[in-house]
Nanobody
């Protein structure tokens, strides 16, 4: 059974940094694409960044230069979202999402691309 579990969300002051983790289990291969999304209060969920099955990363303009997505190639399947210079508007619940493929996946900002989702972790940025 595939499971994604986010962690690392907490309250932080503007300008600070956080690293979110997404632990993935139940996959049969490591040919996985992972996306990070967030949903701010009263707003629709939006894509932030994704990493393809060859570790090429893409991020939306609003977080480029501040956020980066990466993968840990150790024993366990772990993905990270490093967030620097956090702003008030980064306050949201952050979700990781994944898809496993036989060969290569390019990743996507589309939610429907990812069949597996975590429960989310809350990030609150204060002045």
């Amino acid at each position: 059974q595939v499971r994604l579990a986010e962690s690392g969300g907490e309250a932080v002051q503007a300008g600070g940094s956080l690293r979110l983790s997404c632990a993935a289990s139940g996959f049969t291969t490591r040919r996985i694409c992972m996306g990070w999304f967030r949903q701010a209060p009263g707003k629709e969920r939006e894509a932030i960044a994704y990493i393809d099955s060859e570790d090429v990363t893409t991020a939306v303009a609003s977080v480029q230069g501040r956020f980066s997505i990466s993968r840990d190639h150790g024993k366990h399947i772990l993905y990270y979202l490093q967030m620097n210079n956090l702003k008030l508007e980064d306050t949201a619940t952050y979700y990781c999402a994944a898809v496993e493929v036989p060969r290569y996946c390019s990743g996507s900002y589309l939610e429907q691309y990812y069949p597996y989702w975590g429960q989310g972790t809350q990030v609150t940025v204060s002045a």
